[in-house]
């Protein structure tokens, strides 16, 4: 294949990244500003596409698109690139349920490999806060059967906000 042909095979590929019924989008920016750029930055990139969610429990979820840009080991995404995504969306659904925060400590369990260019689902919930400790956990999957990471994510309020 020459590199034109790779070029246009990626390019502005049309990604669905709508919600569950019973999901309202959510509007990141507004609540922390647009320094969200690493994972979210470039909504119609070949890197991640993402969209936010929060469902009638108010627990923030996230549509995301894993583009080629993501690629670790040959047609997968690089763990890195998973990582980033649950640092973001987990401290993400901290601030979202009320926490000023930044990420302490991510654990994150790489369960299965993760196919690019694929659209996925993240779920997140609040599981404890305990002083300025607030734990998030998430997962990353397709399907019931397939989840791809696990993430568990220590957030620190930040004193003063
Ligand atoms: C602004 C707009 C953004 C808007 C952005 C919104 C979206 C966020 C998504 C992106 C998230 C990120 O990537 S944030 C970027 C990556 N993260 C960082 O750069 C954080 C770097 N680390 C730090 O700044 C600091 O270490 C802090 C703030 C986390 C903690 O420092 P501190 O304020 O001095 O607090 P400290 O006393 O040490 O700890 C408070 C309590 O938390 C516990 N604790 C602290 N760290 C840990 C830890 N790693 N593992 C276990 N426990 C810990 C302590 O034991 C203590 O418990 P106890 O004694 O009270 O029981």
Request: glycine share 12%.
């Given at each position: 294949?020459?590199a034109?042909?790779?070029?246009?095979?990626?390019?502005?590929?049309s990604?669905?990244?709508?919600?569950e019924?019973?999901?309202?989008?959510?509007?990141?920016?507004s609540?922390v500003?647009?320094?969200l750029?690493f994972?979210?930055?470039?909504?119609?990139?070949?890197?991640?596409?993402?969209?936010?969610?929060?469902?009638?429990?108010?627990?923030?979820?996230?549509?995301?698109?894993f583009?080629?840009?993501?690629?670790?080991p040959?047609?997968?995404a690089?763990?890195?690139?998973i990582?980033?995504?649950?640092?973001?969306?987990?401290g993400?659904a901290?601030?979202?349920?009320?926490y000023?925060?930044?990420?302490?400590?991510l654990?994150?369990?790489?369960?299965?490999?993760?196919?690019i260019?694929?659209?996925?689902t993240?779920?997140?919930?609040?599981?404890?806060?305990?002083?300025?400790?607030?734990m998030?956990h998430?997962?990353?999957?397709c399907?019931?059967?397939?989840?791809?990471a696990?993430g568990?994510?220590?957030c620190i309020?930040?004193p003063?906000?």
């Open positions: 294949m020459s034109s042909n790779r070029v246009s095979d990626t390019a502005n590929p990604v669905d990244l709508s919600g019924e019973g999901w309202n989008e959510f509007d990141a920016p609540l500003g647009d320094s750029r994972v979210s930055g470039e909504p119609d990139g070949n890197r991640f596409r993402t969209r936010y969610y929060r469902d009638a429990e108010q627990h923030l979820h996230a549509r995301i698109w583009g080629p840009e993501t690629e670790g040959p047609g997968h690089h763990g890195g690139s990582a980033a995504v649950m640092d973001e969306a987990l993400l901290a601030w979202a349920a009320g000023p925060i930044v990420v302490g400590n654990n994150v369990s790489f369960r299965a490999m993760l196919p260019k694929k659209v996925v993240l779920e997140s919930q609040v599981v404890s806060v305990e002083g300025r400790k607030v998030i998430g997962k990353l999957f399907d019931e059967e397939t989840v791809y696990e568990q994510c220590l309020t930040i003063g906000r």
